[in-house]
T-cell receptor
Framework: AQSVAQPEDQVNVAEGNPLTVKCTYS??????LFWYVQYPNRGLQFLLK??????LVKGSYGFEAEFNKSQTSFHLKKPSALVSDSALYFC?????????????FGTGTKLQVIP | EPEVTQTPSHQVTQMGQEVILRCVPI?????FYWYRQILGQKVEFLVS????????KSEIFDDQFSVERPDGSNFTLKIRSTKLEDSAMYFC???????????FGQGTRLTVV
């Protein structure tokens, strides 16, 4: 089985400060990992993914994430937060070793960037 | 930029009625999905569809639900005999291949009254 945990329901950060949104995962095989962002009353928008290769992945809008196999984590980061980054962020995993095509989402973390 | 489109954006139906949610995936994509999200909470997998058949389905996807790709472009989710707890945002998604990311539509908000 595959699962994702986002331990923080909400993260508050001041504009201009670095931000981190945490994610840990559990899979039986190798993971494909994703981050999506959801703005109010909108769909899920893809930010970045880790499939293989470099553990540091860069994505849209200045976001990046670091894959850490030993800690089974894939935290989302941004060096300098913008008020417009305020949204709901979802981490997601696909367990290739399990033969799954579906993606399992975490419970989401609400990011609030304070002006 | 190609996108996944869903119609309608909002559907209100009476309990016990049947609804059909429609999706047009991105044209060269091969994998298709339905997910649902209740009240801005967790996004739950319902079903995946590949090569004109269901490839995976969740426990939520029981006999009340069915999917179809009737004409090679549309991808529909039918919910028979709707219940109050079926009220949710339903998202369609499509993917080009196994190692790619899913692109999501804007969702259909289903309200069962």
């Amino acid at each position: 089985a595959q699962s994702v945990a986002q331990p923080e329901d909400q993260v508050n950060v001041a504009e201009g400060n670095p931000l981190t949104v945490k994610c840990t995962y559990s899979v039986s095989g190798n993971p494909y990992l994703f981050w999506y962002v959801q703005y109010p009353n909108r769909g899920l928008q893809f930010l970045l993914k880790y499939i293989t290769g470099d553990n540091l992945v860069k994505g849209s809008y200045g976001f990046e994430a670091e894959f850490n196999k030993s800690q089974t984590s894939f935290h989302l980061k941004k060096p300098s937060a913008l008020v417009s980054d305020s949204a709901l962020y979802f981490c997601a995993v696909r367990d290739i070793g399990g033969g799954y095509q579906k993606v399992t989402f975490g419970t989401g973390t609400k990011l609030q960037v304070i002006p | 930029e190609p996108e996944v489109t869903q119609t309608p954006s909002h559907q209100v139906t009476q309990m016990g009625q049947e609804v059909i949610l429609r999706c047009v995936p991105i044209s060269n994509h091969l994998y298709f999905y339905w997910y649902r999200q209740i009240l801005g909470q967790k996004v739950e997998f319902l079903v995946s569809f590949y090569n004109n058949e269901i490839s995976e389905k969740s426990e939520i996807f029981d006999d009340q639900f069915s999917v179809e790709r009737p004409d090679g472009s549309n991808f529909t989710l039918k919910i028979r005999s709707t219940k109050l707890e079926d009220s949710a945002m339903y998202f369609c998604a499509s993917e080009q291949g196994r190692n790619t990311e899913a692109f999501f539509g804007q969702g259909t908000r289903l309200t069962v009254v």
